[in-house]
């Protein structure tokens, strides 16, 4: 243990030195010769990326941002899929000192615009079949993946990097500004340094326990912090190869392509796993599979029963948030390694101290007795977060700031494995993407027929949990199979294409609180009820 304290001290004085400059961190250390990344279309049709390729790339992309009026500490988004474009987009962004802000693909219009709002971006990338979903405002746009004149492609052929040097902003330098999926509220700006990287890198190591010869697949989708540490930084900072799949999950393709590149170290979420086990596809023979991993939502029994038996492998189920990184989980360390327990998150893992405050008083709850979760933030030297932007969240720092609130309840038992018991918040997380009920229940109230809504969580066999909505309608409409699904359509344009209602109910009211806040628990209560569950 004494090797994994200094290995964390060494990771924090790497990425928290005053001139600590992340081009340099990520790419321009590493041999020029190395593999850097691979970008699969699907099977049989994968392009290799050396550092020194992706520090070329990068220099070009920095200099077209430049000429565009980028510099330090400016916030530039991207709307891009999983490609070499958009690795080469952030690392071009951050040699100049300024701050990425990434956006999901699947947001629409208004989601896109708020989260740009918010940021103060100055400048978005979005590829060219994302372009419409970028709406006008005082930021300006550049155009990936075309080979239009003026987009990015074009822009960098025509640029000389060789003036092109990178910005040493230090550990305490802004390296992102990104937002929080959004409960009982507007989803809230988390602005982190660079030395949040460290936390990553270490739990590459220890929670993944990825290896300098290790063949790493992260099927998370950069757009979220999960995708974009796991699949993109900690494994360019570690000098691991790292794989990028284009498109979406299929099992055929994931099977394939764990077969063809000799994957060992595999991470992705609990549904991404239960379609592995619900489909009819052979796994192939001859696998190189060593780690499976899984973030993003609990993971339940069935997973493991099907991976002990299929795989001869045990999926180490992991934890974490958009403020703190990765805190807990079944490591896969060798120094570190705990039997994986059916129902459990793990224990916290190094850089990070985790207890569970009583109910009713900010002091440590007895072992096995369910309370609130936090981070001991005195002794967490990973955790870099310090509030939202704009000082919104204080009440979830306690004790005098002693102790940070996950939000989740959950319980330590004496050998400090910790047992998720349930949110105290109203978030949904569905196939690992976690959504608040906020910007859903907005975009309903926009259209003509709905008077009041409420969404919820309900549960689902494959995705986790899936968006229910609750939806009083305005007078003289009447619910109908077609309103269900032009209400549907609605949220996949007006918000996010992956969090549309699955069922919708048609209700004559929403229970309320005196103060008339909608009591969602109240609903997910009634609706469990009904369910027999």
Not at 23 to 37: I, K, M, Q, S, V
Not at 125 to 140: F, M, N, R, T, Y
Not at 436 to 452: M, Q, Y
Not at 503 to 511: E, S, T, Y
Request: aromatic fraction near 8%; charged fraction near 20%.
């Amino acid at each position: 243990m004494d090797e994994v304290g200094a290995r964390v001290g060494r990771l924090l004085d790497e990425f928290g030195a005053p001139q600590a400059d992340v081009a340099w961190l990520l790419c321009d250390r590493h041999p020029a010769g190395r593999t850097a990344l691979t970008v699969a279309q699907g099977p049989g049709s994968v392009t290799t990326w050396t550092y020194g390729e992706l520090g070329e790339a990068s220099r070009r992309v920095a200099a077209v941002l430049a000429g565009a009026g980028v510099g330090r500490g400016d916030r530039v988004a991207t709307v891009m899929g999983k490609s070499a474009d958009l690795v080469a987009v952030v690392l071009g962004i951050w040699r100049l000192g300024a701050v990425y802000t990434p956006l999901f693909t699947a947001f629409a219009s208004e989601a896109i615009g708020s989260r740009l709002t918010d940021a103060g971006a100055v400048l978005v990338v979005a590829d060219d079949d994302q372009l419409a979903k970028v709406p006008d405002g005082p930021w300006s746009v550049l155009v990936a993946g075309t080979d239009a004149t003026d987009g990015l492609q074009a822009r960098m052929a025509a640029e000389n990097p060789g003036g092109i040097t990178s910005v040493p902003v230090g550990g305490d330098g802004a390296l992102v500004h990104m937002f929080t999926s959004g409960t009982t509220g507007k989803p809230k700006g988390v602005v982190h340094p660079v030395r949040y990287v460290a936390g990553w890198q270490g739990y590459l190591e220890f929670g993944l326990g990825v290896r300098a010869d290790s063949t790493f697949w992260s099927g998370a989708d950069p757009g979220w912090a999960y995708g974009l540490y796991t699949a993109i930084v900690a494994p360019l900072a570690a000098g691991v190869p790292t794989i990028l799949l284009r498109g979406g999950f299929s099992p055929e393709t994931t099977w394939d392509l764990l077969h063809e590149l000799a994957v060992t170290d595999y991470a992705a979420a609990p549904t991404v796993y239960r379609g592995l086990r619900a489909s009819a596809v052979t796994i192939p023979a001859g696998l190189a599979l060593q780690r499976l991993s899984s973030a993003g939502e609990p993971l339940t029994p069935e997973v493991n029963e099907w991976a002990e038996q299929a795989l001869g492998l045990r999926v180490h189920d992991h934890y974490g948030q958009t403020e703190l990184g990765m805190p807990i989980g079944f490591p896969h360390h060798p120094q570190l390694e705990v039997p994986v327990r059916s129902g459990a998150m793990g224990v916290a893992l190094p850089g990070w101290t985790m207890t569970v405050l009583d109910e009713d008083r900010d002091v440590p709850a007895p072992p096995g007795k369910s309370g609130r979760l936090a981070v001991v933030v005195a002794e967490s030297p990973f955790m870099t977060f310090h509030g939202y932007v704009g000082g919104v969240g204080a009440d979830r720092f306690r004790a005098e700031g002693a102790y940070f609130l996950t939000g989740d309840l959950a319980s330590i038992d004496s050998d400090g494995v910790i047992r998720f018991s349930s949110r105290d918040d109203d978030v949904i997380i569905m196939a690992g993407y976690r959504i608040g009920p906020f910007d859903i229940e907005s975009t309903l109230l926009r259209h003509p027929a709905v008077d009041e809504c409420a969404v919820v969580g309900a549960p689902d066999q494959v995705r986790g949990e899936v968006v229910e909505a609750f939806v009083v309608l305005a007078r003289d409409t009447a619910g109908s199979d077609d309103l269900v699904a032009e209400l549907q359509q609605w949220v996949k344009t007006g918000y996010a294409a992956h969090a549309y209602p699955r069922r919708i109910h048609f209700v004559d009211a929403l229970p309320k609180t005196p103060s008339g806040k909608i009591q969602r628990a109240q609903l997910r209560r009634d609706r469990a009820a009904a369910s027999g569950l």
